[in-house]
C-alpha cells in the first residue's frame, strides 16, 4: 500500500481485508512486524488519539515513530509559495517535509482545511501539495475533507455493535460548538457510512448542507452498496428508527471561510445539542458515536456521553487497531 488517503481509494475486499486483520491483530499481537521501521508523524494541526494511536501502534508492532509539529521547539514553518523569508519563519515546508520522510519508512501527515475557500479545500490543494513533497508511502490523518482512519476505526465499531450494513439506519447529525470546524469528519463519515451499505440522514439545520460534490459521492457509493441518503432538517424524523447518531459541528458552506457569517448563522441553534429526548423516535438500542474531542454540554449532554448509549470510548480505542492494519499492510513483509 502506497497511500491510505481516502476509503474512495480501496475496494469493498481491501477494506474487509483490513478490517479483519484491525480484529486479528487485537487478538493475536505481533509485537515484532514492524522490527526496524519508523514512522514519521508530521502534526501541522492539534490532535490527542491520533498522535497517541499511531504511537501506540507502532509500539505494539514492533517499530518506532517519532513526531514533528510546530508547537515543538522546531524553527518557524513558512508554506507560502515563492516566497521572501525575511520574516520569522526560518524552513519552508518544501525541505522540511521531505527532510522529515527521509528519516522514515512511512509519513503520516495531518494539515485541517486552510477554511478559506470551499473550493480550494474540497480540491484538498494543501494537502496534495505536501504529498507532492515525498515519494514514501504516507498516510493522511486528516486533511481538508479526509480522516481515513476515523473512518476505518468508525466501520470496525459498527461491525462490533452488530449495526447491520443493509438496512442499518445512521444518522449523521450537525450540533452545536461555538467555532466554526472543519468538514473533514462529517464529509468523510458519511461516505464511510453510504459505503458500508446503510440508510443514511444528514441531519442539519438550514444553511448546513454539506457541499454538492459530498453529497454526490456519498450518493453514489450507497446506490453501489445497497444504502441511501437522504437530508433533513427535522429531527423526529431523521431519528425514525434509528440506530446510530454521529454527532459532529461543521462549517456553513454557504458562509463558509465568513466567520462573523458564520456565527450570525450560528445564533439560535444551541439547542443542536444532543440529549435523550433526540432518541424519542430511535431505535431502543440506538447509540451514539462522537470521533471526539467533543464539549460536554455544548455538543452533547454529560447524561448521553456517560450513558448506555455512548460508544466513544470503543471508537477511540479502534483508531489505534484500524491503523495497525494499515501499518502492517503498508510496511509489513506481506505489503
Ligand atoms: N478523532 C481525532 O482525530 O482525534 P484527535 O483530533 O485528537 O486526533
Redesign the pocket.
Known sequence: MQAFNDLADFSNEEIAALLELANRLDRHPEPTALRGKVLSLLFLS??????ASFQAAMTRLGGGSFVISPDMSIHGLESRPGIVMDGAAAEHIREAVPVIASYGDAIGIRAFAERKNLATDLAETEFNALTDLIDTPYINM?SAMN?PC?NLADWKTLDDFDVPANGGKFVLSWAYHPRALPLAVPSSTLYMAARRGMDVTVLRPEGFALPDSIMDKARTAAAANGGSVTESEDREEAMQGAQIIYAKSWSSTSAYGDRIAEQEMRKGLEHWCVDEDWFASAATDCRFMH???VRRGVVVSEAILDGPRSIVIHEARNRMLAQMAVLHQMLGTGQ
Not at 492539534?46 to 498522535?51: A, D, M, N
Request: hydrophobic letters at 25%; glycine letters at 0%.
Open positions: 492539534p490532535s490527542l488519539r491520533t498522535l486528516e480522516h476515523q470521533c471526539l474531542p
